[in-house]
């Protein structure tokens, strides 16, 4: 390998190196410090390295994607320099590694093939852009040009490492050593998987999946002990998924635990009744707030409440609504003009207001003892705080 291809290499594998540190430090405050202030490539909405970080597509097996992007530029390091390395005696195995450059452009390829996987991940489906991460994508493709030798194509050198990799397996000490190391990964990423000691936001995930899943039979218009001297008020809305799942836990919660009342509260995100929107978003979630309130007055809040959570991704129109609430023996007549009266709509601004007033301006939120959540939390912190606030385990 020529002196400046070699300079080349490792400055773009330090700098791919440097990059995966700052991710790291990014997931790591991201994940694990409550008290860690917003990184500097969290900008908006969009571009949001911390929002990335949260997500479950941040890791893989287990490991978060930062770590993976270390080993790898520790992978590019090393090929820069492995014919330099293995001319050390005690080091002189290394020699099997033969055509160096071919293998950083293979591992460059690779990387950058995995990485527009990842870019497509961010763009439409989570909707945020790590721009750290999109660096560390060019960085890969880079790497492969530079590398590249010049008188084989990438498809001779993909060829060339594979061909490599067959005769290295082909000599017994080298073989053993690489199932060696094949059985340490698996038994680490099994761990890794299966015990999410890295990643806690894909925990929480599996634990909101199963809480969503889950059903409990609740009926009238109080969940909860009536009596109870904790009385947590949760802020929900229809079109919201974690509100759906906020519902559900809540739920969950009110059979598993004595002494808490939960008090639903309607919030639209909707300007059709919620005049604190300042465009349209969850379009329609105002009528289906009012035939909630409406079917409190027959007593039913939550069975409606429960079956349109449930049949949330149909209901589009008032029509749907009221096939919903069909069958749940209302009295139809009554539900349709209770949900269109004056009475119902300053119900529900005033709830509008009052979350206004105690600064709640997303959903899904609760107030417990004047403490304020907004957004999903797991079930088992959420279990915890109810029981530090004054719930009773139901034995």
């Not at 911390?50 to 890791?59: C, I």
């Not at 005696?89 to 996987?117: D, R």
């Not at 590249?148 to 082909?170: M, N, Q, R, Y």
């Not at 149909?314 to 009475?343: F, G, P, R, W, Y």
Request: proline share 3%.
């Amino acid at each position: 390998m020529d002196k400046s291809k070699r300079i080349t290499l490792t400055i773009l594998a330090l700098i791919g190196f440097a990059l995966s540190i700052e991710l790291c430090v990014v997931y790591i405050n991201a994940n694990f410090n409550p008290y860690a202030l917003s990184s500097f490539c969290s900008v908006n909405d969009l571009i949001d390295c911390d929002g990335a970080a949260k997500t479950v597509h941040s890791q893989c097996f287990g490991v978060p994607l930062c770590f993976w992007g270390i080993f790898l530029y520790f992978l590019f390091a090393f090929f820069t320099y492995v014919d330099k390395i293995s001319n050390l005696k005690f080091l002189g195995f290394l020699k099997v590694f033969k055509h160096p450059e071919s293998y950083l452009t293979a591992l460059g390829l690779i990387a950058f093939v995995l990485s527009m996987v990842l870019a497509g991940i961010s763009l439409f489906e989570i909707n945020k852009i790590c721009i750290l991460c999109f660096c560390t994508y060019f960085i890969n493709l880079f790497v492969a040009l530079v590398a590249k030798p010049a008188d084989e194509s990438f498809v001779d050198v993909i060829k060339t490492s594979f061909a490599d990799f067959i005769d290295a397996l082909k000599v017994k000490r080298y073989a053993i050593s690489f199932f060696i190391l094949v059985l340490i990964a698996i038994g680490f990423l099994t761990y890794t998987t299966i015990s999410n000691v890295f990643t806690p936001q894909v925990k929480q995930y599996k634990q909101l999946t199963k809480t969503a899943k889950d059903s409990y039979n609740v009926s009238g218009n109080i969940l909860g002990d009536p009596d109870a001297t904790l009385v947590v008020d949760s802020y929900t809305d229809y079109h919201c998924p974690f509100c759906f799942v906020l519902n559900t836990m809540l739920y969950r919660a009110a059979s598993e635990l004595d002494n808490v009342k939960i008090v639903h509260h309607n919030l639209p995100l909707d300007n059709a009744c919620n005049k604190y929107m300042p465009g349209p978003m969850h379009d329609g979630s105002c009528l289906m707030a009012k035939y909630a309130i409406a079917a409190g007055k027959q007593g039913k809040f939550l069975e409606l409440n429960t079956a349109m959570f449930d049949k949330e991704a149909e209901i589009k129109t008032e029509e749907d609504i009221l096939a919903v609430a069909k069958k749940l023996n209302l009295d139809m007549e009554k539900l349709q003009t209770d949900a269109h009266s004056k009475a119902v709509e300053e119900e529900l601004l005033k709830d509008i207001d009052k979350a206004n007033e105690l600064g709640i301006d997303g959903t899904p939120a609760l107030r417990i003892n004047m403490e304020t959540k907004v957004g999903i939390i797991s079930y088992d912190e959420l279990k915890e705080k109810l029981i530090k606030a004054g719930a009773k385990e139901r034995k």
